[in-house]
């Protein structure tokens, strides 16, 4: 279309470089130089765009064949996503520049490839109102991939493809202020491949003499306080996350601890209870053979009461016949005078004895009554002396005026004539 020829043939750098093109696509779709003269003949226009260009950055922990793998798989997804052709090419890093600058080129075709070569174009990422959606989604999908990539390989580096602003009100809120905080900056200055040269040469230079590294540019010095800040947040975001697990871990032996504690406490009671149960059935079993022995002594009296009961001299001499004799004969020979009569009383009273049958019971009984009734005599008695003694006060009142006359230590009459004879 220009008349221009171009040969990379020369261009060095290239680590692997092939096309991806759709289902059903004509063979010559995969000759790089014949592809992209179609694309050129195809278009009419002198500002006619005939490719786009998809840069990609590369994570630096992967190897050549995961590289391969990961920048395929992308170029695929274009190719399915809107039915072009993908030219792709992996550049190593600049011998001068950062080591870790692995990238692909992909370029695409902007007409959907068919069998019958090159036709219309894809609008869908010219147009204002879909371009940028369909761009923010492949920008979404590449970050997904190489995540996938880097978990595969046991990385725990992650790529995000959101701007720093909306990193942070996403990490806000999560509520991760620490991210925040780190997020809390403006990009990143690019240095470009001189300024990182020399930067990078001089950060040699300071490890070789073990000194401290020290920017030489002005670019170079805002690009290391960036990293130091953002290093030192890092490096308490790592602490937090330690204090974290260490929390979790404290209250997980906390929980642990208190379950055992309790599960033993449990125990305790249980077995406390148990000693409960066991004392309060020993009680019991004590109680049961007390009442055993308190039914078994009741029935020994029960059964030598009825002995007793029964007729016979073997019973009545069992029942202390003998002793009860000996106080008949001590109630028999008491002396004469007025209580002989009630004695003799007693004695008949008493003379039905052991022998005509009488119980133990019915002798106490009688026995009782007649030491009541002796001393109801008894009491009778002295009422009646006492009562002779006041009469005769009365009677002869003589007898008290002499003894009230008679001076003291003189002799009553009949005394002294008493003597005198």
Known sequence: REGRVHDYQAKSGVEQSFIVAPEGAPDWAQDRQALWNAAEARE????????????????????ASERRVLVAGFAAELVARYGVAADVAIHAPHREGDQRNWHA???????????????????VLDAKQTGGPEIEHMRERWAEMQNHALERRGHTARVDHRSLAAQREAALAQGDEIRAEELDRPAEVKLGPVVSAIERREALA??????????????????????????????????????REEIRERAFLARETYTHAREEGADRIR????????????????????GREHEEARDSIKDRLARLREPG????????????????????GRGTGPGKERTAETAKQ???????????????????????????????????????VLDTRTNHPALDEGRER???????????????R
Do not use: C, F
């Open 406 to 420: 008679a001076p003291y230590g003189a002799q009553d009459p009949d005394e002294r004539t008493q003597k005198e």
């Open 105 to 123: 080129h992909v370029l695409t075709t902007t007409r959907s490839l068919t069998a019958q070569g090159l036709t219309d174009k894809t609008r």
């Open 313 to 332: 001299p073997e019973r009545a001499h069992e029942a202390g016949a003998g002793s009860i004799e000996e106080r008949l004969a001590r109630l028999r």
């Open 44 to 63: 009419t226009r002198s500002n006619s765009v005939t490719a786009r260009e998809w840069e990609l950055a590369l994570p630096a922990e992967l190897d």
């Open 350 to 388: 008493l003379g039905a004895g052991p022998e005509q049958g009488q119980s133990l019971g019915d002798i106490r009984e009688r026995l009782g009554r007649i030491r009541e009734q002796e001393q109801s005599h008894t009491h009778e008695n002295i009422r009646e002396r006492l009562n002779t």
């Open 206 to 243: 300071a490890e070789r003499e073990d000194r401290a590294y020290l920017p030489l540019t002005e670019r170079g010095a805002q690009v290391h306080e960036a990293r130091q800040a953002r290093s030192l947040l890092q490096e308490l975001g790592r602490v937090r996350d330690a204090l």
């Open 271 to 290: 077995a406390g209870l148990a000693a409960l149960r066991a004392a309060a059935q020993r009680r019991e079993s004590g109680r049961e053979g007390i």
